[in-house]
């Protein structure tokens, strides 16, 4: 009995250690960033989740899926501006290998947006207790977002910013561009701002995508089964895809479709053109429950 006073003791003070360090604000995120930041597990990998809540109407959430080396802390205020603006809660997670979530441990394989879509992302919203959601997703995000939407009734709104539904050569270019950049440039330094393991992050991604076993990967075959609304949104001078996979998405899915075309914007619409990307993305969640 002596012995279980203080090991029960000791156990509580590195719990209550542990949840005050998961709590605390990540590398780089910004002081915009005025919500809840924690970890969940599944399936043995350390999942970061931003939840930013509101003040409104019971209205459904909306969860936030970034790209390809982004996370958690690159959406900046993002999410609280939506949450604010429409009263909904609005949750981003950083996937395996980005962010403060557990680092890669094994290359990943031409199936990891699926892998993600159809494993992973059930199990978060299973585990945050979110039954019918609206999803963003943003470049690898917005795919894995169509991929988890195709036939799913639990989503019931998806906004697709640079959406990826093919491979292009000019995505295969851009990817190229950016291995240069990371081997020559401070992108490794940048990254670490964000990732806990930089390097990883950046290869993991950049791997899969110049991998010659990666060139047949095409979603269109998901596509038809997507009958929620969806607002797809492209840059014209987006250095990873061209309008063809707004075009591919436009006439495939079942449900209504809009789409925002914007010139002076590269491949992330709500940094390069902030104010119309918000714009639409608040008009089309407006009529969503």
């Known amino acids: ?6 090991l029960t003791g000791t156990m509580f ?9 998961m709590r605390s604000t990540p590398p780089g995120a910004p002081a915009g960033m005025t919500g809840d930041f924690s970890f969940v597990v599944i399936d043995g990998v350390s999942v970061e989740v931003y939840t930013a809540a509101a003040d409104g109407p019971d209205r459904r959430p909306l969860v936030v899926l ?25 949750i981003a997670y950083s996937r395996h290998g980005y962010g403060q979530s557990s680092p890669f441990t094994a290359p990943l394989t031409p199936r ?12 978060l919203l299973q585990h945050l207790d979110l039954s019918q959601t609206i999803l963003l997703g943003h470049s690898d995000g917005a795919s894995i977002a169509l991929i988890h939407a195709a036939g799913n009734a639990a989503i019931t709104g998806l906004i697709l910013e640079a959406p990826h539904v093919f491979v292009e050569d000019i995505s295969i270019r851009g990817i ?30 950049n791997d899969i995508w110049l991998d010659p ?4 990967w095409d979603i269109t075959d998901v596509l038809p089964q997507i009958s ?9 001078d987006d250095e990873y895809g061209s309008l063809a996979q707004i075009d591919a998405i436009g006439a495939a899915v079942t449900g209504p479709f809009e789409q925002l075309i914007m010139a002076d914007c590269g491949h992330s619409p709500h940094r390069d053109q902030e104010a119309q990307t918000v714009q639409a993305m608040l008009a089309f969640l407006h009529d969503l429950p």
């Open 1 to 6: 009995m002596p012995v279980i006073g203080p």
């Open 13 to 21: 003070c590195k719990l209550r250690a542990a949840s005050a360090m």
């Open 66 to 90: 970034h790209e390809g080396l982004g996370c958690v802390a690159l959406w900046r205020d993002l999410p609280d501006r939506l949450a604010a603006a429409t009263g909904r809660k609005v």
């Open 112 to 123: 990891y947006m699926h892998d993600q879509a159809l494993g992973v992302l059930p199990k």
């Open 176 to 205: 190229a561009r950016a291995r240069h950049l990371f081997d020559h440039t401070d992108l490794h330094q940048k990254l670490a701002r964000y990732h806990r393991d930089p390097a990883g992050s950046f290869f993991g991604w």
């Open 213 to 216: 076993g990666f060139r047949d």
């Open 228 to 236: 929620c609304p969806v607002l797809a949104i492209q840059g014209r």
